[in-house]
């Protein structure tokens, strides 16, 4: 995909996500407008529309109004899962981290018919946001799930998870806080667990499945199809 995004600090590197947009529908449409602004973070950018300047810090407790641990998602699709988390544990902040504009759209439209309020979105990369924008060791659980595989060779310089993505997760992440993966393809499972292992900052690997983590219709297609679904869990040493 061609970008017409301005330059900015951190395009000089590969990005683990192609800018999509597309139209929302007329629900879409009609949850941002009444509810985006409460949900919705206004960032400060840097460049690019999914940037944000490196010199902006998030205020947690100003955003959710309230000091309450705080959960992270990246890529969080249309919201099942940060929206299950939010009726299942209210006493948590979540924060999601999303590039795709329908996919937030379709998380308002549920925040708004559930009356859910515990959930902040931002629309960011996750590696800026992870390298400047949230504090550090403000977070209690980072969730990574089903991550673009990039499946070809030569698309493995974009995967999300990385060693240098490693690091990232370690500045946000509390002692003892929680880092959670999942993934259908086999073979970045085993990328993820190297990472894991080769982290100075992480003690974990392969576990039993989040039961935290609310089935979503992507996973439900992976596990139709046959491909086995890993859960790893890694904690801040």
Not at 47 to 60: A, I, K, Q, R, Y
Not at 65 to 74: K, N, Q, T
Request: include cysteine; charge should be neutral; aromatic fraction near 8%.
């Amino acid at each position: 995909m061609t970008s017409t995004d301005p330059p900015s600090r951190y395009r000089a590197t590969p990005v683990s996500f192609t800018r999509r947009g597309g139209r929302l529908t007329e629900r879409q449409q009609a949850a941002w407008d009444a509810v985006g602004e409460q949900f919705v973070l206004d960032l400060p950018r840097a460049g690019s529309s999914t940037s944000v300047d490196p010199g902006f810090v998030l205020d947690v407790e100003a955003v959710f109004g309230r000091r309450a641990p705080l959960v992270v998602e990246i890529g969080g699709g249309r919201g099942e899962v940060i929206c299950g988390a939010a009726e299942e544990r209210p006493e948590v902040d979540l924060l999601g981290l999303e590039v795709y504009r329908p996919g937030v759209a379709q998380t308002l439209v549920t925040l708004r018919h559930r009356g859910l309020t515990s959930v902040r979105l931002a629309m960011v990369d996750a590696a800026e946001a992870l390298a400047t924008m949230l504090p550090a060791g403000s977070v209690d659980e980072l969730w990574v799930n089903f991550p673009d595989p990039w499946p070809k060779a030569r698309h493995h310089k974009r995967r999300l998870v990385t060693p240098a993505f490693a690091g990232l997760a370690a500045r946000v992440l509390r002692p003892g806080g929680v880092w959670r993966l999942a993934t259908d393809w086999a073979e970045y499972a085993e990328q993820m667990a190297e990472v894991i292992a080769g982290s100075d900052d992480f003690d974990g690997g392969p576990a039993e499945r989040f039961a935290g983590r609310a089935l979503t219709r992507f996973e439900a297609k992976g596990v139709a199809a046959g491909r086995p679904i890993t859960d790893l869990r890694a904690v801040r040493r």
